[in-house]
């Protein structure tokens, strides 16, 4: 059993800067971690994810923006958000995989734990 909790979130203007975080506890081992991120009326979508070597994946909305990394000291992982467009506003979780047969990639049906969110608001 794996639970993770988000922080961080909250509202900024465009172009600013922000970082999630999201500390996880329980089972030590967690093959792949990632972010997901939802806005309303819109589908949930896959933002980046890094497995436990330190490979990541990014969604081409976010590449060269956004930087997904962990302190495995601290059991957290982190999504440094930077250049924020009005289009990044959403509910960001952070989500954990523990299938260690499968890539570290951004499907969200390969993630069996979830966090509860944080809301990320981006105004122009």
């Known amino acids: 059993q794996v639970q993770l909790v988000e922080s961080g979130g909250g509202s900024v203007q465009t172009g600013g800067s922000l970082r999630l975080s999201c500390v996880a506890s329980g089972d030590t081992y967690r093959y792949c971690m990632g972010w997901f991120r939802q806005a309303p009326g819109k589908e949930r979508e896959g933002v980046a994810a890094i497995d436990s070597n330190g490979n990541t994946n990014y969604a081409d909305s976010v590449k060269g923006r956004f930087t997904i990394s962990q302190d495995n000291a601290k059991n957290t992982l982190y999504l440094q958000m930077n250049s924020l467009k009005s289009e990044d506003t959403a509910m960001y979780s952070c989500?954990?995989?523990?299938?260690?047969?499968?890539?570290?990639?951004?499907?969200?049906?390969?993630?069996?734990?979830w966090g509860q969110g944080t809301q990320v608001t981006v105004s122009s």
């Open positions: 989500a954990a995989e523990v299938k260690w047969w499968l890539p570290c990639l951004l499907f969200e049906s390969d993630f069996g734990y």
